[in-house]
């Protein structure tokens, strides 16, 4: 998918949800956290929502007939097909994840989104189902080797993403973060030239490249590799062990390797477990 095409989807979507999300944040904020999921819950009700990003091709996207489709979408789809159970995929951004997490709007998360410590005070992870490299990107002709060198420099960001907390944390005195709504829109705003370097993942900057090689991108410097978890709310032991005993089977019977192929055209990457 085009970078265009991207940022079509995505502000469509953002449209869509920008109103929702507001909204569902301010719930999160008035009633604390929600109640555990239970995995007897979704058995009998015989269906699970599914929070997942649809802004991040190839892991979430909307295809032609405006359906999720991607990495996460594939792997929800297999987390039904283990438990029996229709699956509901519903889009969601980067901000409002967790508020639709704890205000039940979603049964789980499968929306790439990265192991913190602290997003662990909020909600729960499941050991890591993909990974991707946070990564500093900015055209050749820009000399940066080392975070110092930002300085004087705008960077943009997708709001709340991984990107945003590595630069917030390590960028000198006189760099500008600019965040954004999304990915995409933040990705517009470097090839415009509103900003001089990019905090994105690995697959955007990758796709960036090929898209627009006149610009010659590149990656300047690597801020950290993501390791992205299944995401539950906090007390919900049982469906998270399920989880866990879910992916520990798909990665070794070979299922998981196979959607990573489909997607990536890589095998899929050694990750930690805890």
Request: charged share 20%; glycine share 8%; no cysteine.
């Given at each position: 998918?085009?970078?265009?095409?991207l940022?079509?989807?995505?502000?469509?979507?953002?449209?869509?949800?920008?109103?929702?999300?507001l909204?569902?944040?301010?719930?999160?904020?008035?009633?604390?956290?929600?109640?555990?999921?239970?995995?007897?819950?979704?058995?009998?009700?015989?269906?699970?929502?599914?929070?997942?990003?649809?802004d991040?091709?190839?892991?979430?996207?909307?295809?032609?007939?405006?359906?999720?489709?991607?990495?996460?979408?594939?792997?929800?789809?297999?987390?039904?097909?283990?438990?029996?159970?229709?699956?509901?995929?519903?889009?969601?951004t980067?901000?409002?994840?967790?508020?639709?997490?704890?205000?039940?709007?979603?049964?789980?998360?499968?929306?790439?989104?990265?192991?913190?410590?602290?997003?662990?005070?909020?909600?729960?992870?499941?050991?890591?189902?993909?990974?991707?490299?946070?990564?500093?990107?900015?055209?050749?002709?820009?000399?940066?080797?080392?975070?110092?060198?930002?300085?004087?420099?705008?960077?943009?960001?997708?709001?709340?993403?991984?990107?945003?907390?590595?630069?917030?944390?390590?960028?000198?005195k006189?760099?500008?973060?600019?965040?954004?709504?999304?990915?995409?829109?933040?990705?517009?705003?470097?090839?415009?030239?509103?900003?001089?370097?990019?905090?994105a993942?690995?697959?955007?900057?990758?796709?960036?490249?090929?898209?627009?090689?006149?610009?010659?991108?590149?990656?300047?410097?690597?801020?950290?590799?993501?390791?992205n978890?299944?995401?539950?709310?906090?007390?919900?032991?049982?469906?998270?062990?399920?989880?866990?005993?879910?992916?520990?089977?798909?990665?070794?019977?070979?299922?998981?390797?196979?959607?990573?192929?489909?997607w990536?055209?890589?095998?899929?990457?050694?990750?930690?477990?805890?």
């Open positions: 998918m085009s970078l265009k095409s940022a079509t989807l995505t502000r469509r979507t953002f449209a869509a949800l920008s109103v929702a999300a909204a569902a944040g301010a719930l999160a904020v008035g009633h604390g956290t929600a109640a555990a999921q239970s995995l007897d819950d979704i058995l009998s009700k015989k269906k699970l929502s599914v929070g997942m990003l649809v991040l091709p190839p892991f979430g996207l909307l295809n032609t007939e405006g359906k999720p489709e991607g990495y996460d979408a594939d792997v929800a789809k297999l987390m039904g097909k283990y438990l029996g159970v229709e699956v509901d995929i519903v889009p969601v980067g901000p409002n994840r967790i508020p639709y997490l704890l205000t039940n709007k979603v049964d789980v998360l499968v929306a790439t989104f990265g192991i913190t410590p602290e997003r662990a005070k909020q909600v729960q992870f499941s050991i890591p189902y993909s990974a991707i490299e946070i990564q500093l990107i900015g055209p050749k002709k820009l000399d940066i080797s080392a975070i110092e060198q930002t300085a004087g420099k705008k960077i943009g960001v997708a709001r709340a993403s991984t990107q945003d907390t590595a630069l917030t944390a390590s960028v000198p006189g760099a500008t973060i600019m965040r954004f709504d999304d990915d995409a829109t933040a990705a517009q705003a470097f090839i415009s030239g509103q900003v001089d370097l990019l905090g993942n690995n697959v955007i900057g990758a796709q960036l490249a090929a898209t627009y090689p006149d610009m010659g991108i590149e990656r300047k410097l690597v801020l950290r590799s993501q390791y978890g299944i995401t539950v709310r906090r007390g919900s032991t049982e469906f998270l062990q399920w989880i866990n005993t879910f992916l520990y089977f798909v990665k070794n019977n070979g299922e998981l390797d196979a959607i990573n192929q489909k990536f055209k890589t095998p899929l990457p050694n990750m930690p477990t805890f």
